[in-house]
């Protein structure tokens, strides 16, 4: 599978502060998923995205499905510390397709 | 309550030991995957399954095997023949979305 392109790496910001990543592939996927996973747990589902242009929110989390359907994006308004962990982004090609999953961006929020 | 139970969730092994990963999910999801996490690697896809007694490798099949003789069951067996086997597994099911069991952390000592 193809490994997505997820920036950045890891970002160290302060309670309240907004947070910004994305993912980019040379391919185009039709679902776009981005998961949160705490230290030792499973990834948890966040948001899916379906449709292109799709911009979609759970509560403080807002995601956009690209346009040409390469790319996406994962914004966290007001940060929280329990924002803490490592957020996956996720294409799919089509149903009964494995998932490409991106390498991860690290989140550490200080009070 | 409905989801994706992995056991155990910790594992001790000795090099040149077999060890299985159990995976059971109440999803009625046809399909399940294994997938290996590395520190700073993401998840790689070791095999997955779209439908009962059938399986296909993903990248990193080497030195594992898998078996799905039941549609909620899809172990995973870390053989000796992994070069490298210390790392934490996951298994999922899909029926679309992904979802995820808590996971299994193997060390080899």
């Known amino acids: 599978g193809q490994q997505l392109n997820q920036s950045p790496q890891s970002m160290f910001i302060q309670e309240g502060e907004d947070v910004s990543m994305n993912c980019t592939s040379s391919?185009?996927?039709?679902?776009w998923l981005w998961y949160k996973q705490d230290p030792g747990e499973g990834p948890v589902l966040l948001i899916a995205l379906y449709k292109a242009g799709e911009l979609t929110s759970n509560g403080r989390l807002t995601a956009q499905f690209g346009i040409t359907r390469k790319d996406s994006f994962l914004n966290i308004s007001a940060s929280i510390p329990s924002d803490v962990g490592i957020y996956f982004c996720a294409g799919l090609i089509n149903s009964g397709y494995a998932l490409n999953f991106g390498k991860g961006t690290s989140l550490l929020v200080t009070p | 309550d409905g989801g994706i139970t992995q056991s155990p969730k910790y594992l001790f092994r000795k090099e040149g030991q077999n060890v299985t990963l159990s995976c059971e999910q109440n999803l009625n999801h046809d399909a399940m995957y294994w997938y290996r996490q590395d520190p700073g690697q993401g998840l790689r896809l070791i095999y997955y399954?779209?439908?009962?007694?059938?399986?296909q490798k993903g990248d990193i099949a080497e030195g594992y095997s898998v078996s799905r003789e039941k549609k909620e069951s899809f172990p995973l067996t870390v053989t000796s023949a992994q070069k490298n086997p210390t790392a934490f597994y996951l298994c999922a099911s899909s029926s679309g979305e992904l979802f995820f069991g808590e996971g299994s952390r193997l060390t080899v000592l």
């Open positions: 399954s779209q439908i009962v007694n059938d399986f």
């Open positions: 391919s185009i996927f039709n679902t």
